[in-house]
């Protein structure tokens, strides 16, 4: 839990509600949050489901590990303090996304269970935190390697990799569990949608 450093800051109440904003969009907000290893698949089908909820008219955002350490975490590394501040952040952009009525999908690989959990409780478990696991053993993940940063790793380049030099602890009770090695991004995708539909997410 980060401490609170500031002192004489008081809550500021907002005119507009989340619910105001729901009933503008027509739909509900919540967060994807899409765990595992690198190359498992995150940013694959979190792209596809975001493509697949726009088009039917939801208002979502992607909030993508890569592109985010470019600007807003660009002060973060790889060593576990970092990883851990940079999940907070995360955990918090989502949490005002979905404030903003945002519907958000988040790729990070978030290897830590106690970081995700904190993520997790900023929606007070109100069922709009979604853990996805995007479940893929490291040795395919390897051989996908789409980015060259497996092949990095082993060669001692890359220092704290996850899955080689750097843990991941997978979720004990994801949401929804994606098997990437077994299935196919279509399937893994409509399994997402299944998922929202039968928990009155989003409708059929
Ligand atoms: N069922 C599947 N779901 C998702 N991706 C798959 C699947 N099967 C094969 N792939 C391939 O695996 C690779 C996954 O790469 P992707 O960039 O999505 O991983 P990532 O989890 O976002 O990794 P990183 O943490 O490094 O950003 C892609 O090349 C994709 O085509
Ligand atoms: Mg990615």
Redesign the pocket.
């Known amino acids: 839990m980060t401490e609170q450093k500031a002192t004489n800051i008081f809550w500021q109440q907002a005119p507009i509600t989340r619910n105001d904003r729901e009933r503008q969009t027509g739909h509900k907000a919540f967060t994807l949050w899409?765990t595992?290893?690198?190359?498992?698949?995150?940013?694959?089908?979190?792209?596809?489901t975001e493509k697949a909820l726009y088009d039917r008219g939801c208002h979502t955002y992607i909030l993508?590990?890569?592109n985010i350490r470019h600007g807003l975490n660009k002060d973060l590394g790889f060593a576990p303090d970092d990883r851990t501040e940079n999940i907070r952040r995360i955990g918090e952009v989502a949490n005002l996304l979905r404030q903003c009525g945002v519907l958000n999908m988040v790729?990070?690989?978030s290897p830590y269970r106690s970081d995700r959990r904190g993520a997790r409780e900023l929606s007070q478990d109100d069922g709009t935190f979604i853990e996805v696991f995007?479940d893929?053993p490291v040795d395919v993940?390897e051989q996908?390697d789409?980015?060259g940063?497996y092949k990095k790793a082993r060669e001692g380049i890359i220092k704290d990799f996850?899955g080689i030099s750097a843990p991941y602890e997978p979720p004990e009770n994801p949401e929804i569990h994606?098997?990437?090695?077994?299935?196919?991004?279509?399937?893994?995708i409509q399994m997402i949608i299944d998922y929202l539909i039968r928990n009155e997410l989003i409708s059929d």
Request: hydrophobic share 30%; glycine share 8%.
């Open positions: 899409f595992g290893h690198s190359a498992s698949g995150k940013s694959t089908l979190a792209n596809a993508d590990g890569d790729a990070f690989i995007v893929c993940c996908r789409p980015k940063i996850t994606l098997q990437t090695d077994k299935h196919s991004p279509e399937e893994c």
